[in-house]
């Protein structure tokens, strides 16, 4: 059963919770929500952001691994009353005294079908048993379809219509400006996913020729920290292969050595003139790196040489001699360098060190003619 909803981005899926847990909180709508996706889109990461933001705290319950008895709770026979008494599990909301929460609830169409009955009730009328959910819970869930070659059941519509479905999709820049810049991915990740948006998420095709690794946007993230943690150029291609599938990590580890060799971002930082001049890379790859290594580093103190350096990225096809500068997008490159930085000094509170940059205005005169 295919899911009929427009498909988003991680980041537009994001922007919806972020209207629905306003609008809760505000008394405006209650309503709980279903996230789709194929495995290692980013659901759960997308969950943990929301919670962050909002400062909620996070319950987070994989029905995968538990029984329908873990929700109801314990029960107690109440020798006064002559009744039992089901006292709630700790891992629901208890009380809006504690504050907002988001009761996540990942792993839906995994859940065994005779947990489900439980599971409707939390989705719709927000109890268990007896037990009702706080005013102040948002609820999240999340699954995989039967087609995403994960453990999966048909979702009926007795499940379906309890819930707002937001269908997600792998898009690289979405990826790549919501996620990856802002946890700091390592730059050749950043650059070689911004060069081939087309392997960020490659499951339909690797379902299709019937192999088992393929690349996610949850492998990417675990290629970066293997290159943060792995120096050793033979155990690092073994675990890049394993992670990615060998022809995506074959690829992809060619671009880490060029990278490794020509980009010097915190050395160029330091630099100045001439010298400087000369770090640059050469290939579009190195440049792209380049980009998301200054976004990375940029800081109160190095955002001014930041700026620079990223400002200097436009003029290399007249200062420099090789002819491969010539037929690079440079002024493009340096746009998008400059949005991700701005972006980034607007959320820190570090915009003043554009309002003074010598490199800034002028290369903003070149924009306007």
């Not at 990740?189 to 690349?215: K, Q």
Request: proline letters at 5%; hydrophobic letters at 45%; glycine letters at 8%.
């Amino acid at each position: 059963m295919s899911v009929n909803t427009t498909p988003v981005s991680a980041g537009a899926a994001l922007d919806a919770l972020r209207h629905g847990f306003a609008a809760q909180m505000a008394g405006r709508l209650t309503s709980s929500w279903m996230l789709h996706g194929r495995p290692g889109i980013g659901k759960t990461e997308i969950v943990q952001q929301l919670a962050n933001e909002t400062g909620s705290r996070l319950y987070d319950l994989r029905l995968t691994t538990i029984e329908p008895q873990d929700l109801r709770g314990l029960p107690f026979y109440d020798h006064t009353t002559k009744r039992t008494v089901w006292y709630p599990p700790e891992d629901l909301p208890q009380s809006d005294d504690d504050g907002p929460t988001i009761l996540f609830l990942d792993e839906l169409t995994a859940a065994a079908p005779s947990l489900q009955p439980t599971v409707y009730g939390l989705l719709q009328e927000r109890r268990v048993g007896q037990h009702a959910l706080p005013a102040k819970t948002f609820i999240i869930a999340a699954g995989n379809m039967v087609e995403d070659g994960a453990v999966a059941y048909e979702m009926g519509t007795a499940l379906s219509d309890r819930l707002i479905h937001l269908s997600l999709r792998a898009e690289a820049n979405d990826w790549l400006t919501s996620y990856a810049v802002p946890h700091g991915l390592h730059e050749a990740v950043t650059a070689f996913i911004r060069t081939r948006p087309d392997l960020l998420d490659t499951t339909e095709e690797t379902l299709r020729l019937g192999r088992m690794i393929a690349c996610t946007p949850r492998s990417w993230t675990r290629a970066s920290a293997i290159l943060q943690a792995t120096p050793d150029k033979r155990l690092r291609d073994l675990m890049l292969a394993g992670t990615l599938g060998d022809a995506a990590a074959a690829e992809f580890s060619l671009i880490v050595e060029d990278i490794a060799a020509t980009v010097q971002a915190g050395a160029m930082l330091e630099a100045r003139g001439a010298e400087r001049i000369g770090m640059y890379p050469r290939s579009l790859h190195g440049l792209t790196a380049l980009v998301y290594a200054l976004v990375t580093l940029a800081d109160a103190e190095t955002l001014p040489a930041t700026i620079d350096v990223m400002a200097g990225i436009e003029g290399l096809a007249e200062a420099r001699t090789e002819p491969e500068f010539a037929r690079l997008p440079l002024g493009e490159l340096v746009t998008y360098g400059f949005e991700l930085l701005i972006e980034k000094a607007l959320a820190e509170g570090l915009q003043e060190a554009f309002r003074g940059s010598v490199s800034y205005a002028a290369y903003l005169a070149r924009r306007e003619e």
